[in-house]
């Protein structure tokens, strides 16, 4: 969506050029002293360019724990689920409520760690309301596999996550904090985390 795309841009822009290596340098820093999962969500392209053996074998001594590759296709998938399950840096894939049922039941079984359910159709942004096919289709993955099912694209407000978590394992906020960025910075998003949150943990 705009919002990311934008983000991707001004990375581009900084002078330090963002790059894999740095990211997972940032990760096995992290990770002496926070013990929660830590996962990254980057495009197919990036990670064949940087090599995909090379990706999940330095992504394991990085101790991240898990890849969400959304571009990457259930066709394509076994390479690389090999290298998830040989490094056991999860692979997460993606799926949306218009998947087929062979396609679903596919995805359901190869994804590792959760499984990320698109909750609306076009690009990520921010929404006003959520799809009445979501608890639904939920109970369908479940029905497959007792797979932890996470929902995103427009999930913008508390009361969205509260609406998610009846229903769902959990829920990801992404382009509304990017958003927060953008605008207000650091301290905002930390604010926007924060009043997630308590709507999770309450």
Known sequence: ???????????????????????????KRV???????????????????????????????SRLDGVIIPDLSIEDVDE??????????????????????????KIVQSTDGFLYLISTTGTTGTRSELSK????????????RNVPVCIGFGVSSPEHVDEICRFADGAIVGSHLV????????????????????IVTA
């Open 179 to 198: 958003r927060e960025l953008e605008f207000n910075g650091p301290d905002a998003v930390v604010k926007e985390i924060q009043r997630f949150s308590k």
């Open 80 to 105: 690389f689920k090999t290298l998830s399950d040989t490094t056991g840096v999860s692979l997460i894939l993606l799926v949306s409520t218009l998947c087929s049922p062979q396609r679903l039941k």
């Open 31 to 61: 990770k002496e002293s926070y013990k929660k999962p830590i996962v990254f969500m980057a495009s197919i392209n990036l990670i064949l360019a940087f090599g995909g053996a090379r990706f999940f074998e330095e992504a394991r001594v």
């Open 133 to 144: 096919a979501l608890p639904g289709f939920v109970k369908k993955i479940k029905s497959i």
């Open 1 to 27: 969506g705009p919002v990311i795309q934008a983000s991707h841009f001004r990375a581009l822009s900084l002078e330090v050029k963002p790059t894999i290596q740095r990211a997972l340098s940032v990760v």
